[in-house]
């Protein structure tokens, strides 16, 4: 096997065809591994950074790619930070094609190496656990859960929808279903829908933590939707959208990116996860991914259980350690922020005044 580091966009595009067959038979593979992602994440969000691309070809077939950026020195997946799973691209020989590419990566000299939301399900991440088990530089956390729906082993909608307690439906599904609505699948991703989206995100978020970085996305999400690995739904209210869901379809399964809904309106993202898993089952989707964040609702929705880890790779023991402080102070004056209300206003309306990077 010879590796080739593809840092240029010309390159880049070479790549689709052979980079989509490799995650076509993958069977662990998610839209976060696909060319459509990972290119126009790059080209309109993460373009300021260096690409650092390995392509593993084996005589002239291509075997593998790592999508990694130059983060100020540091190494991650391209869009790691609006990806829920993360994976290098490999399709057969795992152990070794992945062995290769770290190997690479190592003797590149990065400041560190960051493999984040490494799902439990990916046989790749018990492969980098072996490898780096015994690495004193190598930091391997567990991350947040994330929860799927197997709808592959339901029938149809009725034996689905049967399976929903009756107090779920009944507090959450039954008088909304009843009141005016409409879900509605968008057929073209304009300028006029993204500031729908855009705006409810943003209502939803003046009552959460954090600042809203979503209008950035819209370019991006424009793209995904021309290349149809992106699905956009809204539920409507009196003809006005109140709730929106951002799905990537992909290998005959929902992954449900993003939702949010207008503070006024709390329940109503039951109905939009009520026609999510409707249409799913319509479609003959095997399965609906939730993905990152072990929420009551979707475990309420007959969800499974998952967990995401990370895998970081210092240069040095002591940057290892350095990191480690570091990271326990943050989750401490986080933890702090949110138990005390008068604080977690404070910081909700500063950090709309914050740009983030």
Not at 15 to 43: C, D, G, K, S, V
Not at 157 to 174: A, I, P, Q, R, V
Not at 249 to 267: H, L, Q, R
Request: net charge positive; with cysteine; glycine share 4%.
């Amino acid at each position: 096997m010879n590796i080739h580091v593809v840092r240029d966009e010309e390159e880049f595009l070479l790549l689709r065809e052979e980079w989509n067959m490799i995650a076509e038979r993958m069977e662990e593979a998610t839209p976060f591994q696909t060319w459509e992602w990972n290119y126009h994440f790059w080209r309109c969000i993460e373009r300021n950074f260096e690409l650092n691309i390995l392509a593993v070809y084996k005589g002239e077939k291509l075997v593998g790619v790592a999508p990694m950026i130059n983060k100020d020195g540091a190494l991650v997946f391209i869009g790691s930070d609006y990806s829920d799973y993360g994976s290098f691209i490999v399709e057969r020989n795992t152990y070794r094609v992945i062995s290769k590419m770290l190997k690479t990566l190592i003797e590149q000299g990065w400041s560190r190496i960051e493999l984040r939301e490494l799902s439990s399900r990916n046989p790749q991440t018990h492969a980098l656990r072996r490898i780096f088990q015994n690495e004193k530089s190598a930091f391997f956390q567990q991350l947040k859960r994330t929860v799927s729906i197997p709808i592959r082993n339901y029938v149809d909608w009725e034996d689905y929808y049967k399976g929903l307690t009756s107090s779920f439906k009944k507090k959450n599904l039954n008088s909304r279903l009843k009141k005016e609505h409409e879900f509605m699948i968008l057929d073209q991703f304009d300028s006029k829908a993204g500031e729908m989206i855009a705006d409810i995100y943003d209502s939803r978020q003046e009552q959460r933590m954090g600042n809203s970085n979503l209008k950035l996305l819209l370019p991006f999400m424009e793209s995904l939707h021309q290349s149809g690995l992106l699905m956009v739904t809204f539920i409507n209210i009196g003809g006005v959208p109140k709730a929106f869901g951002l799905i990537l379809d992909y290998k005959e399964k929902k992954y449900v990116w993003v939702t949010a809904f207008s503070p006024e309106f709390s329940g109503i993202g039951h109905l939009l996860h009520y026609y999510l898993m409707l249409t799913a089952i319509d479609k003959k989707n095997s399965e609906v991914d939730f993905m990152r964040g072990d929420y009551d609702y979707k475990l309420q929705l007959n969800g499974e259980l998952h967990t995401n880890y990370q895998l970081i790779l210092f240069k040095s023991v002591f940057q290892k350690y350095l990191f480690v402080i570091k990271y326990q102070i943050r989750l401490s004056l986080r933890n702090f922020v949110y138990r005390h209300k008068n604080i977690r206003k404070l910081y909700t309306k500063l950090s709309k005044y914050i740009s983030y990077k």
